[in-house]
């Protein structure tokens, strides 16, 4: 946070900085780089106004700030098991002046508790069972891809221990690993009421799973229709109107290539767990 010669905010960066997210991103050298899946996630997320949330495995807090930029009323604790996200986290935090509103500490999702319990939870989750495709050497970069530290049914206890009655949980996962999310939410008191498939394009499988469970809910699963978030081919593929207005911050990237590469390390990869 830029701040002038007695010491008050520099309000044009600060509003540049949230202008321009999630470009400026700050993210742990040689560590996990966020996804495109995390801003889905944030725009499908749907807490209340002025409610208290929680962001499991927050990684550099791009879920939790993207959800505070569009509803400033929100409070956040970000949780991650790595302490250079962490670190990554309140300097992001720092950054758009939302420090008093998303504060990011260090635990293991197996065994933290939070001290209250609040209204919502958010998670992208490791994505992959242990020896599923190649690990990286890099320890951060490995935990946030594949369940060598928590597995989802970890995470899905977690949100259940800190969610009020009613409470809702908003995850993105893999399609194919679909039946034991299910089990999971099931054995965590956790029930299925909001599904969104994610398609790269159209007439292709689903890529990913955007889901809202209900603590203590109801049965009743409401499937909405897919979402598509390429069109073209080959060196004219762009992201899809449909796509830019279910997610505004996807229009970072409007301009470029589905197959450019990411370029710097602000700028959201389309699968970063894969």
């Not at 040689?30 to 927050?58: I, N, T």
Request: with cysteine.
């Amino acid at each position: 946070m830029s701040e002038g010669r007695a010491g008050a905010v520099d309000t044009r960066a600060v509003l540049d900085r949230r202008a321009a997210f999630p470009r400026g991103m700050a993210q742990p050298e040689g560590g996990y780089r966020f996804s495109l899946d995390s801003l889905l996630l944030a725009c499908f997320a749907r807490p209340g106004r002025g409610q208290e949330g929680l962001d499991l495995g927050c990684g550099c807090g791009v879920i939790g700030l993207a959800l505070l930029l569009r509803q400033p009323d929100l409070r956040l604790t970000g949780l991650d098991i790595d302490r250079p996200s962490v670190e990554a986290a309140e300097a992001n935090a720092a950054a758009l002046h939302l420090a008093d509103r998303y504060a990011p500490v260090q635990g293991d999702v197996a065994v933290w508790r939070a001290d209250r319990v609040v209204n919502f939870v958010v998670a992208n989750p490791p994505y992959r069972p242990l020896g599923c495709g190649r690990v990286s050497q890099d320890e951060g970069r490995a935990a946030a891809r594949f369940e060598s530290r928590g597995d989802f049914a970890r995470f899905a206890r977690c949100a259940a221990v800190a969610l009020k009655t009613r409470g809702r949980f908003t995850f993105v996962h893999l399609p194919e690993r679909l039946p034991e999310l299910l089990d999971g939410l099931t054995r965590a008191g956790l029930a299925p009421k909001r599904m969104r498939l994610v398609h790269s394009r159209a007439g292709q499988e689903a890529r990913t799973v955007l889901m809202e469970a209900v603590k203590a809910g109801r049965p009743g699963l409401h499937v909405e229709p897919p979402l598509i978030l390429h069109s073209g081919s080959g060196r004219d593929t762009r992201l899809t109107d449909e796509a830019i207005a279910f997610c505004p911050f996807l229009s970072c990237r409007r301009g470029e290539r589905a197959s450019d590469p990411p370029g710097t390390t602000h700028t959201p990869s389309e699968d970063s767990h894969a």
